[in-house]
């Protein structure tokens, strides 16, 4: 048997495939699990709203279920539109049989538009599933048909998870994407809350309801806590909200998938930026070019945002014995100083990732105008009090340039070494430049 875990879900079909067991597989996938599926219904659906649907036969969903189980180690399951109490019996039945953990997303309407849970299968979702639950993930508006209580301030979320919990669910988390943005995490067994706090997203919502429990089971399946666990998922899930993408005319649909986008981008990025600190810790000519303070090299993922987006060397590039050394390895989160350069050029050009600052000098700034480089400077003297010099100093240059300059360069100031920083593509092309400065000034 393979180690790959397995993950089963059994929800409805979504023809536009932004929800359902379409979002819950590009989850398990970006998480790592192998993804199977249970189909309950067939939805005519896209980001419009829901146009119709037609209930899969219980035999066929029962024999679904035991395909999967019988023959691969499923320990977690999820559920998600289950449209009838017959589905939700036949379901809780299968849960059952295969002893499976459980994670119940009470899905009840489409996030762009349509009832998916007839009102008659509520009780039975109380009744027999809900017992059988580890985690059921409720909104405001679930939560409310599940427990009778309108959720205005988080005192009602209290109130109504300790009522779903004596269903006899083990935890209950009402997501918060409809209220304040922040989850509520309750685990019964210690009459424990939590709230994860968050802030609201940028970006279309279709199928988040599904990419969150997907990714919980996920989680879960790695023996985090509850808390924990829901943390995770939710950092997840507001990343595939923050990426989502207009493929319709109604409501867009989440992208799970933007979490391995991202993954691969950072990797990448740390690739091109330790193989850029290799070149200059193998060229003793570079030494010329630090610093009394040391330097720097930087490079951004593309759609950085924060120091943690970008990468560079922890600590600093400082000269010993004639020659380049580094204090440290590649890392995000290391060059705030030439990270935020880097940070501060990418808004007015997303191609402009890298950045290495270098020891400034007439001889320097010749050789970089014989070369053709653009170059802009800024007076720290200039500088406001209440900024950082780096994000204001940069986007003044740009700003007096017209468009982000090969060099940006300040003369310093009292106890302020002056400096050069070389800007490009990547790590790489802004070594190349100083190497090819260092040649011009030998």
Request: proline share 4%; glycine share 8%; hydrophobic share 40%.
């Amino acid at each position: 048997m393979s180690n790959t875990k397995v993950a089963l879900t059994i929800a409805g079909s979504d023809s536009g495939g932004g929800a359902g067991i379409e979002a819950d597989i590009r989850t398990f996938s970006a998480l790592g699990m192998h993804p199977t599926c249970a189909v309950t219904c067939i939805t005519s659906q896209n980001t419009m709203g829901l146009q119709d649907s037609m209930e899969v036969p219980l035999s066929h969903i029962s024999s679904q279920i035991d395909a999967v189980c019988t023959d691969m180690d499923v320990k977690w399951t999820k559920t998600g539109m289950l449209s009838s109490p017959e589905i939700i019996a036949a379901v809780a039945s299968e849960v059952k049989n295969h002893h499976l953990k459980l994670v119940v997303d009470p899905v009840m309407n489409a996030e762009a538009g349509g009832t998916l849970l007839a009102e008659s299968a509520i009780s039975t979702l109380k009744e027999k599933l809900l017992p059988l639950a580890f985690v059921v993930t409720p909104n405001i508006y679930e939560a409310k048909a599940l427990s009778g209580v309108t959720i205005n301030t988080w005192e009602d979320g209290q109130k109504a998870a300790r009522r779903i919990a004596k269903f006899g669910v083990d935890n209950v988390i009402i997501t918060g994407g409809h209220f304040d943005a922040s989850d509520l995490v309750y685990e019964s067994h210690n009459d424990t809350f939590t709230t994860i706090s968050s802030r609201f997203v940028e970006g279309a919502t279709h199928g988040s309801g599904c990419t969150y429990s997907a990714a919980l089971l996920v989680y879960l399946s790695n023996e985090l806590r509850v808390p924990e666990a829901a943390r995770c998922a939710k950092r997840f899930v507001e990343n595939a909200i923050s990426k989502s993408t207009d493929v319709g005319m109604g409501v867009s649909p989440v992208d799970p998938l933007a979490f391995l986008r991202n993954s691969a981008a950072k990797y990448h990025t740390f690739v091109n930026t330790t193989e850029a600190l290799d070149i200059l810790l193998s060229e003793k000519a570079f030494s010329k070019l630090i610093p009394e303070v040391g330097c720097n090299i930087a490079m951004a993922t593309p759609e950085a945002e924060t120091i943690s987006d970008v990468a560079g060397v922890h600590g600093r590039i400082t000269r010993s014995k004639g020659r380049p050394v580094a204090s440290g390895c590649v890392g995000f989160g290391s060059s705030k100083h030439v990270g935020s350069v880097v940070l501060a050029a990418i808004h007015s050009n997303p191609e402009i990732r890298a950045c290495l600052n270098v020891k400034y000098s007439k001889e320097v700034l010749a050789a970089c105008s014989q070369m053709g480089f653009g170059i802009a400077s800024f007076e720290r003297k200039d500088e406001p009090s209440d900024v950082s010099t780096m994000d204001w100093g940069t986007a003044y240059a740009i700003e007096k340039y017209g468009e982000v300059p090969e060099i940006i360069y300040d003369e310093g100031d009292v106890g302020k070494e002056p400096m050069i920083r070389l800007l490009g593509k990547n790590a790489t092309d802004v070594v190349d430049m100083a190497l090819r400065i260092v040649e011009r000034i030998n």
